[in-house]
């Protein structure tokens, strides 16, 4: 399949599948069915697909990320607290050589705790969009898809 047809993957990390219940003054109402269908839509208007995937576990999102670099085109990540733990997860994402990869968060964490200021996949993405909700996830497809051409 040519890397032209290959869907973009999106990866939501730790505690996200309780989008809309949990801290929703932080991260909002919807849930991540919600923003799954957001990231279908937002891949359509470029021509894309995508395979969006959720785990709480970090090696189930490390052999994802290997996956990647061959079944998938691109990646958004939104690491969520692996963020700032995870050399793992920053070592994973270093073997897409050559694939955009646009990290994501729904809240600014720059203007929350200071341990959640850093990030170790910050420094393997080519982007970082932060702080616009769940809207960010359009942003980092618009993204992933304009480096793709």
Known sequence: MTASKLPLLI???????????REPEIYGRDTLADVEALCVKA?????????FRQ???EGVLIDWIQEART??????????????????????????EGKPIIEVHI?????REDY???????SVADG????CGVQGYA?????????LG
Not at 128 to 131: D, E, N, P, Q, T
């Open 55 to 57: 785990s709480n576990h």
């Open 43 to 51: 891949a359509a208007d470029f021509g894309r697909t995508v395979d």
């Open 128 to 131: 970082v969009i932060a702080g």
């Open 71 to 96: 079944a998938h085109a691109g990646l958004v990540i939104n690491p969520a607290g692996y963020s700032h733990t995870s050399i793992a997860l920053h070592d994973a994402l270093a073997l897409l």
């Open 11 to 21: 990866l939501n990390g730790p505690n996200l599948n309780t989008l809309g219940t």
């Open 116 to 122: 959640r200021h850093f990030s170790y996949v910050s």
């Open 107 to 111: 809240s600014n964490i720059h203007k």
């Open 139 to 147: 942003l980092a497809i618009a993204r992933v898809c304009t480096l």
